[in-house]
T-cell receptor
Framework: AAGVIQSPRHLIKEKRETATLKCYPIPRHDTVYWYQQGPGQDPQFLISFYEKMQSDKGSIPDRFSAQQFSDYHSELNMSSLELGDSALYFC?????????????FGAGSRLTVL | QQQVKQSPQSLIVQKGGISIINCAYENTAFDYFPWYQQFPGKGPALLIAIRPDVSEKKEGRFTISFNKSAKQFSLHIMDSQPGDSATYFCAARNQQGGTSYGKLTFGQGTILTVHP
């Protein structure tokens, strides 16, 4: 079965640089979620998109932005990177309109800011 | 403010024993409670989930017990195996729509170690 695909799996950046993470949801899923997980922390909700429109916003810094494209893939753009941005970034997708709305997570992208 | 509180932080169990992880929540709008299992370097994977109109749900060795009046729920892993060693997260979601569209609020996680 197709899963949520995230790229890149690992990314190393310097402070003040920019990073872009990509997420390809499960086919026909209508909602994408982005989560940030720091070392030893629980995943924190950043932002979500339903049918390519932003549906909810969590604790996402102003330096971060995200969008969902016509093919339903999503990108998380992070600028002016700080050391504290080092974390695992997970994308999840779900089919909200199915009623079951089970979130399936990707394997994550590990960002290291030096 | 942690909306979902999970305990213990870590748990060590012998093979064949019972692992019990507890969670408590405050937001009465939560109406869907999944448990996720996460291995190092991997994404969380759905293990089992329950809705508040049910007091218990069992799937194989995994059981969720739910106490709506106390706003608490727990995961029981029977006959724990070394392969169960992972981090377990409880979560809660307001599935009533509006603008939430099903985002999950996670507990702090429990690192389970099952010794052979």
């Amino acid at each position: 079965a197709a899963g949520v695909i995230q790229s890149p799996r690992h990314l190393i950046k310097e402070k003040r640089e920019t990073a872009t993470l990509k997420c390809y949801p499960i086919p026909r899923h209508d909602t994408v979620y982005w989560y940030q997980q720091g070392p030893g922390q629980d995943p924190q909700f950043l932002i979500s998109f339903y049918e390519k429109m932003q549906s909810d916003k969590g604790s996402i810094p102003d330096r971060f932005s995200a969008q969902q494209f016509s093919d339903y893939h999503s990108e998380l753009n992070m600028s002016s990177l700080e050391l504290g941005d080092s974390a695992l970034y997970f994308c999840a997708s779900s089919l909200v309109d199915s009623g079951a709305n089970v979130l399936t997570f990707g394997a994550g992208s590990r960002l290291t800011v030096l | 403010q942690q909306q979902v509180k999970q305990s213990p932080q870590s748990l060590i169990v012998q093979k064949g024993g019972i692992s019990i992880i507890n969670c408590a929540y405050e937001n009465t709008a939560f109406d869907y409670f999944p448990w996720y299992q996460q291995f190092p370097g991997k994404g969380p994977a759905l293990l089992i989930a329950i809705r508040p109109d049910v007091s218990e749900k069992k799937e194989g060795r995994f059981t969720i017990s739910f106490n709506k009046s106390a706003k608490q729920f727990s995961l029981h892993i029977m006959d724990s195996q070394p392969g169960d060693s992972a981090t377990y997260f409880c979560a809660a979601r307001n599935q009533q729509g509006g603008t939430s569209y099903g985002k999950l609020t996670f507990g702090q996680g429990t690192i389970l170690t099952v010794h052979p």
